[in-house]
């Protein structure tokens, strides 16, 4: 639906006022002729129809996204993510389930507009797993106003969504909590600093991090050529040949070669990467 979905993306320039506008004077559907748009689309990738489908459900876009207006997150960029999800729905809509396109839709535009939110809301995730976004989503609704839970609040919540308490308090904090520059200057002072670059130290020029990644190389290069001593003459020198020199052979040179099959060359190169491997994890 490539080329639908840019055929159907509205005008970047169109402003908000302009797109509801549009929405909500888009015209109501029957069923029939949603049925019959749904089919001219899927059978003839009909771009007209799927655009007259997405218009005619425009304005349920802007009522999902509405309840989304208590992140901080510009209205016109929730829309703007529900109409993907929309775009998505009309594309797989499939009109002989007998359900109406409105009842399917739904569930694409709340979709993409929760991801939006759950990656743009804090630059740090605040939820990472199915059950921290379930609660993510559920602590914004039942919190009363911009101070903490109460403990009775933070119980009824856990109970509610069958989490530890443990989990409530921690999922607040992360909510609650601001997001700090890692470069950012908030003082003309770098002494007086918070933002984190002015204190974390550069860990590229640290003597035991700069020995530690020397030894654990030359280790590495050492087990290496040790596991290459151990291989017959003629499986190690198809390995240097394939993979340590420069100009490196190809399968059928060395087979031509060595008077045998390409195919003879790769299960001794396998073997012997076997058999290398071995030496090495032990």
Do not use: C
Request: glycine share 4%.
């Amino acid at each position: 639906m490539s080329n639908t979905v840019h055929a159907l993306t509205l005008p970047q320039d169109a402003n908000l006022s302009g797109f509801l506008k549009v929405a909500n004077s888009a015209p109501v559907l029957s069923a029939e002729h949603e049925a019959q748009l749904a089919r001219q689309y899927r059978d003839n990738d009909d771009v007209d129809a799927a655009r007259e489908l997405v218009l005619s459900q425009l304005r349920h876009v802007i009522h999902v996204a509405k309840g989304f207006t208590g992140y901080g997150l510009p209205v016109s960029d929730l829309i703007q993510e529900g109409n993907i999800g929309l775009m998505k729905a009309v594309k797989n809509f499939d009109p002989e389930r007998g359900i109406r396109l409105v009842s399917y839709a739904v569930h694409w535009i709340k979709a993409e507009i929760y991801e939006y939110v759950l990656k743009n809301w804090k630059i740090v995730k605040v939820a990472t797993t199915k059950s921290q976004r379930k609660l993510f989503f559920n602590l914004r609704k039942a919190r009363k106003s911009l101070s903490a839970m109460t403990e009775q609040e933070t119980q009824d919540l856990a109970s509610n969504l069958d989490v530890p308490v443990k989990t409530v308090r921690e999922m607040e904090l992360r909510m609650t909590s601001s997001d700090v520059a890692f470069d950012g200057r908030d003082s003309d002072d770098d002494e007086f600093s918070t933002s984190p670059s002015a204190y974390l130290p550069d860990m590229r020029y640290n003597p035991e991090e700069v020995v530690s990644k020397t030894q654990t190389s030359t280790n590495n290069k050492s087990a290496l050529h040790k596991a290459i001593a151990g291989l017959d003459d003629r499986s190690k020198d198809i390995l240097q040949r394939r993979w340590l020199s420069e100009d490196k052979a190809t399968l059928h040179e060395l087979a031509a070669e060595y008077g045998v099959s390409a195919e003879r060359i790769r299960q001794i190169e396998k073997r012997a990467m076997e058999k290398m491997k071995g030496q090495l994890v032990a």
